[in-house]
């Protein structure tokens, strides 16, 4: 994922202060625009979040990493590929296998779908990206990669086996997320551009009621920014299952725009959140470095991220 271009100055001037040091109030990363609803106090509900189990869910995500990088084509992929599957066993799984063609050559990438069914003839979809950065040597991506896909596979334990009034919840592991060379439109996005347009032409796209997007979610320094490229509804339900839970001091202190997998849903009519924290480590310096390993990562993040997102669900089937 990237910042949109014009997001980089505020990027810089948010994160060129102390170390750790989050700004207190949001900033408009778009000057002269109107700024987004403000988010709504949390509402009481009838609502109870299962809480997602941190341990179970970091201990996904410290297999995934002891695998070592796995980019596309690799060995480490096809690993990675194969642990995520063996973890889906008796759901109902499907994978969208498709030839990308990159400025690296041909790769055959693979998204993995895993699908909850619902009472209702609608969909909500969880993803996040599960390759490494193909160019990068010595990465492991426990944060970036890592840690949304281990999180999503404790996702599945909640999900799995038991009967959803709503709609169903399809989550995804989409493949090639990153650049092969450099962030561009085509080099980027491979595998959410090519299930967009697939479960466009097929019809799907227009049942899916929301998409949340999860990347980079395990930084023990948990603060996640308000992405100016979502739909704005759905981060306000987002925000007020955040406040229920007490987690709301962990989002959008920060306001960006963020160009990752979910714009291509977007594109095709789906309201999108990111769940994102770009400021990883002082001025992102762990950020597609050798320096994004597990020890940066928290297991209570991955349960404040879970919890929250299950909330969520549930409140979009409450709306
Ligand atoms: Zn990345």
Known sequence: MRLTPATWLIFLL???????????????????????????????????APAVDANRAFQYVK?????????????????????????????????DT???????????LNNIIAKYPGAKDCI?????????????????????????????LELANHLRG???EGCSVWLVWFDGEEAFDKWSPTDSLYGSKHLS?????????????????????GDADLGIDRDDNSDQKLLNTIYDAASQ?????HFYARELAIEDDHLPFKNVGVPVADLIDYDYGYN????????????????????IVGDVVLNTLQRLDAQ
């Open 14 to 48: 948010l994160t060129s202060g102390c170390a750790q040091s989050k700004p207190a109030a949001a900033a408009s990363a778009t000057a002269g625009e109107d700024k987004p609803v403000t988010p709504t106090p949390a509402t009481p509900t009838q609502v109870v």
């Open 63 to 95: 297999e995934i990493v002891a695998i070592g990088p796995r980019p596309p084509g690799s060995s480490g992929h096809k690993k990675e590929e194969s642990y995520i599957k063996n973890h889906l066993k008796g759901d109902a799984v499907e994978n």
């Open 98 to 108: 498709f030839s990308a063609k990159t400025p690296a050559g041909k790769f055959a």
């Open 124 to 152: 909500y979809v969880v993803g996040s990206h599960y390759e490494t950065n193909y160019p990068l040597k010595n990465y492991v991506g426990a944060n970036d990669g890592g840690s949304t896909s281990g999180l999503q």
């Open 162 to 164: 038991k009967k959803h």
């Open 197 to 217: 347009e697939k479960w466009k032409s097929e019809g799907t796209a227009k049942k899916i009621k929301a998409l949340i997007l999860l990347d980079m979610i």
């Open 245 to 249: 839970l007490g987690y709301q001091s």
């Open 284 to 303: 992102n310096a762990f950020h597609h470095t050798s320096e994004d390993t597990l020890d940066k990562l928290s297991p209570k993040s991955l349960q």
